[in-house]
């Protein structure tokens, strides 16, 4: 069938696929349903983007598309690519300027029923111990560089090691919260001033922290491996690596500039620029990437430190009564060196994840011991209104999808489009009869965040779990949310 | 001087298209559109800035004034207002481009920095010129 004048051929009920024409390596496949595709709600130039993925050298089987697929620059938003590390490329628009960019979540003792009647001073009380908005700069004190120099070399055991933090916050982080080979060797002065003074910031845009309620649970025995249990206080952070990420992959662009006709790679759009994986300058790219990802954990994990002091000092508890722990830890911006079966062999790749997070099945050594029976954990925040999905990955995920999964509900409406559609509304009201509390830095970001801007996250995890790509665990509800 | 720019939807982050009747003019649309973006409030131009820049393409050009601005604006904490003082050349395989662009410090009692643009972007950046019209989309990741 033509879509949007794009020829899609349908390979199951939920999975589409592009063949391959013109200059593409491979075909584009994307997760969507028949009613998806009915009403029209992806972007031409969503499919474009996933065709343009399809041109990167060395990419291998599919140029894929998750379901919260969404029109980007370069590579779509929800877009997968795994590119062969001895003869393929790295492409900085594969992961984004927000280098890893990922979700945090923890878990408390609590029952909605403990805080209830303290939401509002709950949310107060983070939205003034955590720095939100634009630009926004560090609650704790700015550090030299020579310690930002430290703190890339460990990643999250920095705050760990500064107080701010458990040994069991690094066990559930991803990669352990470390590259531990990175190098900052090519970082310039400018990511660095960049650097000094946004650890433990949360930012603006669609970053976030949630108080939330675990609302249903699907997989009683994953749950229970997971901490989880019916109305228990969680909390949700959604964060990057901040202007240090942004400046990182601005650079490195700008350099590959320079650089990229030496290369001798025709590419459909400038913004996929890339490097040969084992080149210096695609290696210069990994490496800097690396220690932004290390920015990244560190600051979610000051974040969530930053969190758990706000609720001891609004609940009067002790550490050991709040019980607040660490989930999980996973990145939705990122590339990462990784083994995946091509054709029944074990074969090294470079897997791009722009908006896509991964999700590996049950027995994976990547995964903590503590979940390895069950598959990895997946965060899936939906929009502040609905809810969000733990989900976990499966062998499936493993075959199709290069152990990835989707990393939201995906943007339904632009920021226009969003503005206009809520002149006349209060949003905050609105969520507020849902039982929500908002804080905010701006009117704007209320409005171009809402609810309706949204898919509905819902359909996005059931195509997934239709295709057994992953399986849920529980939903979440939102009770409290902070905007920057 | 004869610039322009307008929206273009975009779902998930800022688009425009810009058009100028000569390169300095396309720079100085740019320029326009991520004061729109970034900054509401009254700017003086109480102080100078120079901005000299090199770059193999006209595009690069752009990204690159661009991201300097953003970079002085989130992170310098310096608004800026206008440019008073433009000139780009074009050597064989080189632009280069000097401005002047006046603005002041960030001040929270009259500036709001509206928009944390992550950066400026090369996606469908491809100046084109028609019936003597310099024009180009722009992207900015937000």
């Known amino acids: 069938m033509l879509y949007n004048e794009i020829e899609i051929e349908k390979i199951s009920d939920n999975l589409w696929e ?17 009613d998806m595709l009915r009403k029209n709600i992806i972007h031409e130039d969503t499919l474009k983007q996933l065709i343009n993925v399809a041109h990167l050298p060395g990419i291998l ?17 929800g877009g997968v690519a795994a590119i ?61 560089k020579d310690e930002l120099k430290r703190l890339l070399s460990v990643g999250s055991n920095w705050a760990v090691n500064n107080g701010m933090g458990i040994d069991s916050d690094i066990e559930f ?65 959604h964060t990057g690596s901040r202007g240090f990420g942004y400046q990182i992959c601005e650079d490195s662009i700008r350099k590959l500039m320079k650089s990229f006709n030496k290369f001798g790679i025709k590419l459909p759009d400038r913004q996929l620029i890339c490097a040969p994986i084992k080149s210096s300058e695609g290696q210069e790219y990994l490496t800097s990437m690396q220690c932004a990802a290390n920015y990244a954990w560190t600051n979610r994990q000051v974040i969530m430190h ?89 062998q499936k995920a493993m075959d199709d999808t290069f152990g990835s999964s989707c990393h939201g509900a995906g943007r339904n409406l632009s920021r226009t489009k969003a503005l206009e559609q809520s002149k006349g509304r209060n949003i905050i009201e609105e969520l507020s009869n849902d039982g929500i509390y908002l804080q905010a830095k701006s009117h704007k970001t209320i409005a171009e965040e809402m609810p309706d801007a949204y898919k509905n996250v819902t359909d996005v995890v059931d195509i997934l779990e239709a295709e057994n790509v992953t399986k849920k665990v529980a939903k979440l509800k939102p009770i409290g949310v902070i905007k920057g | 001087m004869v610039w322009n720019y307008n929206y273009i939807d975009h779902t998930a982050d800022i688009a425009a298209e810009i058009t100028g009747s ?109 019936d003597n019209i310099y024009k180009t989309s722009i992207y900015f990741d937000v």
Not at chain 1, 61 to 75: E, I, R, T
Not at chain 1, 108 to 131: C, E, G, H, M, R
Request: glycine letters at 8%; a neutral charge; hydrophobic letters at 40%.
């Open chain 1, 18 to 34: 592009i063949p391959k024409h013109g200059n593409m390596l491979v075909p584009g496949r994307i997760y969507l349903s028949e």
């Open chain 1, 84 to 144: 062969d590390y001895d003869t393929g490329v790295v492409s900085p628009g594969g992961v984004g300027y927000d280098i890893n960019c990922g979700v945090r979540l923890a878990v408390t003792n609590l029952k909605f029923n403990d805080v209830k009647s303290k939401i509002p001073n709950l949310i107060n009380t983070l939205y003034a111990n955590i720095p939100v908005g634009v630009g926004a700069r560090s609650a704790i004190k700015k550090i030299s």
């Open chain 2, 22 to 130: 000569t390169p300095e003019d396309l720079v100085l649309g740019a320029f326009a559109l991520l004061k729109n973006i970034l900054i509401e409030g009254d700017i003086k131009s109480f102080e100078t800035r120079k901005i000299e820049l090199k770059a193999s393409s006209l595009e690069e050009i752009i990204v690159d004034v661009l991201s300097e601005l953003n970079y002085l604006a989130l992170v310098k904490r310096w608004v800026f207002n206008e440019i008073t003082d433009i000139s780009i050349k074009k050597s064989k395989d080189t632009w280069e481009v000097f401005l002047d662009v006046k603005g002041e410090i960030f001040n929270s009692a009259k500036h709001i920095l509206k928009e944390e643009v992550k950066a400026i972007t090369y996606h469908n950046l491809n100046i084109k010129i028609e």
């Open chain 1, 306 to 394: 930053l969190a758990k002091k706000s609720l001891l000092q609004v609940l009067g508890l002790t550490e050991k009564e709040l019980g607040f722990s660490l989930v999980y830890d996973i990145s939705h911006n990122i590339a990462k060196v990784e083994q995946h079966l091509i054709d029944g062999k074990a074969k090294t790749v470079l897997v791009h994840r722009k908006g896509a997070t991964r999700a590996f099945a049950a027995l994976n050594t990547s995964i903590p011991l503590k979940y390895r029976s069950i598959g990895q954990p997946v965060l899936v925040p939906g929009d502040m209104g609905r809810c969000s999905y733990i989900t976990i990955g499966t």
């Open chain 1, 61 to 77: 089987k599919y140029s894929l598309a998750m379901p919260d697929v969404h029109w980007g620059y370069g590579f779509p938003i």
């Open chain 1, 173 to 237: 982080t991803e990669e352990n919260g470390v590259f531990k080979n990175c190098s900052s060797d090519f970082i310039s002065d400018k990511a660095f001033e960049r650097g000094l003074d946004q650890v433990g910031t949360l930012g603006a845009g669609n970053h976030f922290i949630e108080l939330g309620i675990v609302n249903e649970i699907y997989n009683e025995s994953a749950a229970s491996v997971l901490g989880l249990f019916n109305n228990q206080i969680i909390l949700l952070i």
